[in-house]
């Protein structure tokens, strides 16, 4: 089935790291995704992995993937009062589809 | 560059009535288009993709329909409006899903 899972809330203090986690069921997606909303806008994607890499690093964001256990993270480092948003992780479709797969969404809050 | 437009930003109606959102993209042509609905602290719903003019294909049965008239425009419509409606609309196109600003509907 498809299903991507996120948590639904974050909480942590300015500076620190975040770590957003990402679990998705369809192994055979090409690209993981990422992206960001803020309130009342729309999605921005923020960065993508693919599926035969472990790790991307893009400044503050590092993107983590681990195949075997179909698990995705994003670490935000020096996290900032800007960074407050919600999270979403995605899986691109699957051949002879076009239906990507958003999970439900973190919302990020950072404390000053 | 591509951009991709959304109208109206927000939008508020009564039940019943007819809804006509907007979504057009300039900088690029023949792009695979999308209409998502975001409700109240949930996340995304694909309403309906299209990968050319005039061809729409729907993920969910619901009043709301699409059409492609145009290469670069996406239309989403209802003919009569329910409180359900209600919601965030996202379009969004290419391979990355490149969204626009959204239209926030209230239907009362």
């Known amino acids: 089935g498809e299903d991507v899972e996120q948590s639904l809330f974050l909480s942590v203090r300015e500076g620190d790291s975040s770590v957003i986690n990402c679990t998705y069921t369809?192994?055979?997606?090409?690209?993981l995704y990422w992206y960001k909303q803020e309130p009342g806008a729309g999605l921005q994607l923020l960065t993508y992995i693919f599926s035969n890499m472990d790790m991307k690093q893009d400044q503050r964001l590092t993107v983590l993937l681990n195949k075997k256990d179909k698990h995705l993270s994003l670490r935000i480092a020096d996290t900032q009062t800007g960074d407050s948003a919600i999270y979403f992780c995605?899986?691109?479709?699957?051949?002879?589809?076009?239906?990507?797969?958003f999970g439900t969404g973190t919302r990020l809050k950072v404390l000053a | 560059s591509q951009t991709i437009h959304q109208w109206p930003a927000t939008l508020v109606q009564p039940v019943g009535s007819p809804l006509s959102l907007e979504c057009t993209v300039e900088?690029?042509?023949?792009?695979?288009l999308y209409w998502y609905r975001q409700a109240a602290g949930r996340g995304l719903q694909l309403l309906f993709y299209?990968?050319?003019?005039?061809?729409i294909s729907s993920e969910v049965p619901q009043n709301l329909s699409a059409s492609r008239p145009q290469d670069r425009q996406f239309i989403l419509s209802s003919k009569k409006l329910l409180l359900s409606d209600s919601g965030f609309y996202l379009c969004a196109w290419g391979n990355e899903q490149f969204f626009g600003p959204g239209t926030r509907l209230t239907v009362l």
């Open positions: 900088g690029t042509s023949n792009p695979n």
């Open positions: 299209s990968v050319g003019i005039g061809q």
């Open positions: 369809d192994s055979s997606s090409t690209y």
């Open positions: 995605a899986e691109s479709p699957t051949s002879g589809t076009y239906k990507y797969i």
